[in-house]
């Protein structure tokens, strides 16, 4: 079974200011996707951003980057020019990659456990 | 199409009842799935669908829960005989296995309050 944790259960940053949120996770799979969620205050999750394991380069998704490191099976999330509306729980989560996994269960999608980020204006 | 849909999305209850949540995915989705989240945990995986088939269940799903999707498009629920300990958010997702990027589109929850 596969775990992830998220060490920080919240953070506070000004607005404009970069902030990094951490996530590690074990595994003994090779091939699999990590996820950022985010889920603002009642309201649904929605990704954030993917990386596949097999791919070295960092994914990035406008003001979102993350910092793969699979020999250490660090996963960080970096938010730059940080708005207002990013105030939610972020989770980090783990999948191993459907191509080569038929199941979708319990190794479907592990969370860890979330990192409230607070943007104060 | 408006993403998934759940609903209720607020459940009150009293011990020893029954209730039951409905769950409408994005209609292409062919996998269902639902989570458990209690406050300041992630989701915890319940069980999941692969069209009408239910592959999968968690440990955490005990006897009194039942889940199911006939013809493969909406979910139920079911929790029979609430306890307080199933006061939590149970969120449904959907995905469709054939673009394999793994990605879970979810729905906004609906709250059991068991009191």
């Known amino acids: 079974a596969q775990t992830v944790t998220q060490s920080q259960p919240e953070m506070s940053v000004q607005e404009a200011e970069t902030v990094t949120l951490s996530c590690t996770y074990d595994?003994?799979?090779?091939?699999?996707?990590l996820f950022w969620y985010k889920q603002p205050p009642s309201r649904q999750m929605i990704l954030v951003i993917r990386?596949?394991?097999?791919?070295?380069q960092n994914a990035t998704e406008n003001r979102f980057s993350v910092n793969f490191q699979k020999a250490a099976k660090s996963f960080s999330l970096k938010i730059s020019d940080s708005q207002l509306g990013d105030t939610a729980m972020y989770f980090c989560?783990?999948?191993?990659?459907?191509?080569?996994?038929?199941?979708?269960?319990?190794?479907?999608?592990?969370f860890g456990k979330g990192t409230h980020l607070i943007i104060q204006p | 199409d408006t993403g998934v849909s759940q609903n209720p999305r607020h459940k009150i209850t009293k011990r020893g009842q029954n209730v039951t949540f409905r769950c409408d995915p994005i209609?292409?989705?062919?996998?269902l799935y639902w989570y458990r989240q209690t406050l300041g945990q992630g989701p915890e995986f319940l069980t999941y669908?692969?069209?009408?088939?239910?592959?999968?269940k968690s440990r955490l799903l005990s006897d009194r829960f039942s889940a199911e999707r006939p013809k493969g498009s909406f979910s139920t629920l079911e929790i029979q005989r609430t306890e307080q300990g199933d006061s939590a958010m149970y969120l449904c997702?959907?995905?469709?296995?054939?673009?394999?990027?793994?990605?879970?589109?979810f729905g906004e929850g609906s709250r059991l309050t068991v009191l």
């Open positions: 997702a959907s995905s469709f296995t054939g673009g394999n990027t793994g990605e879970l589109f």
């Open positions: 595994t003994s799979e090779n091939n699999y996707y």
């Open positions: 990386q596949e394991a097999y791919k070295q």
């Open positions: 989560a783990f999948m191993m990659n459907p191509t080569f996994y038929s199941g979708g269960g319990a190794d479907g999608l592990t």
């Open positions: 209609s292409e989705h062919n996998r």
């Open positions: 669908f692969q069209n009408e088939a239910q592959l999968e």
